[in-house]
């Protein structure tokens, strides 16, 4: 699932900026003498990525000694931090959970939406405390590749651009493909949102119409495979992200299955991020079992709810 290299589709880039990043942020911390700011103690505990723990501290949801909290604020351990009412452990966490999902098409990576869309989140493992946070969104049309992590600081730190992680996916382009058109994809173009480019294409084969090829991107920008080959006249009729830095997207892993990741991937998860890293949490032989047959019948219910365009019924006793 995990792997150091991968010499045949990709190269490796240099990511000197996380160190300076980090060292920044380990200066801004829990050592802090007026404690830790809330978003990213909020963060830390798994409640939720940092971004969006800013959005709830905007929205008035939190509060601290029964003050409401705004944006800047610092909190120690000590003090009581709440959540729509309810108590909030700002605790150090020493466990972590860490997960591998295989995203179909037809799901969002929000929690809940709008158009009432069928969610990532629907599809996971239920989590006794804090929740899960995922790792670099694919949109509705797009396949493959979700990480999950109940340690918000992880996210943080693998989604940030400073960290430079490159995302792989494996993209069906209608059209004729010329070699000035790879150049200028790997060289960069101008998208509406600023300069763009692959740092690496490898031809995927195909024939006719089709082609297939293998992509890279250093940062996860808002449908930016798509937009780069729309940018050169082209159609992405397929798209599916096959790798997240050293994680691979498992062959055995169906679409709409999870898998929870073991100690030595969840290092390999940590080293990507330069963090230290936590041990998973701890499950037993019966909960392991059980976590495999809900992964499985969790894709059985994928493959029929996209095979029918509905939800599966149950049975009536």
């Known amino acids: 699932m995990t792997k150091t290299k991968n010499k045949d589709r990709s190269r490796r880039h240099p990511d000197s900026k996380r160190g300076k990043a980090q060292e920044e942020g380990a200066i801004e911390g829990a050592d802090h003498p007026k404690g830790e700011k809330l978003h990213k103690a909020l ?50 966490t020493e466990q972590v959970r860490c997960l591998l999902y295989h995203k179909p098409i037809g799901e969002v990576c929000s929690r809940k939406d709008p158009e009432g869309r069928r969610t990532v989140f629907e599809s996971l493992p239920h989590v006794g405390s804090g929740r899960w946070i995922v790792i670099g969104r694919l949109d509705f049309n797009t396949s493959g590749l979700l990480l999950f992590t109940t340690d918000g600081e992880l996210a943080n730190a693998l989604m940030h651009p400073s960290s430079m992680i490159e995302r792989e996916y494996l993209v069906r382009v209608m059209g004729n493909v010329a070699d000035d058109t790879l150049d200028n994809l790997t060289k960069g173009v101008m998208l509406d949102d600023g300069p763009a480019r692959f740092t690496d294409v490898v031809d995927g084969g195909g024939d006719g119409i089709n082609h297939w090829f293998y992509v890279v991107l250093m940062e996860g920008r808002n449908r930016e495979v798509r937009r780069l080959w729309e940018s050169q006249g082209l159609t992405v009729s397929r798209l599916k992200r096959v790798r997240y830095g050293n994680v691979f997207l498992p062959s055995r892993l169906k679409k709409g299955e999870w898998m929870e990741l073991p100690e030595k991937d969840v290092d390999v998860i940590y080293g990507m991020a330069g963090l230290p890293p936590k041990k998973p949490q701890p499950l037993s032989d019966k909960e392991l079992k059980k976590l495999d047959r809900l992964a499985k019948k969790s894709g059985r219910k994928t493959a029929r709810r996209l095979a029918t365009g509905k939800e599966p019924q149950r049975r009536k006793r």
Do not use: C, H, N, Y
């Open 43 to 92: 963060a830390r505990v798994g409640i939720g990525s940092r971004r969006e723990m800013e959005r709830w501290i905007e929205q008035g949801r939190f509060s601290i000694d029964g003050k409401r909290a705004k944006l800047g604020d610092r909190v120690t351990e000590q003090q009581i931090v709440t959540l729509d009412g309810k108590p909030v452990d700002l605790g150090s």
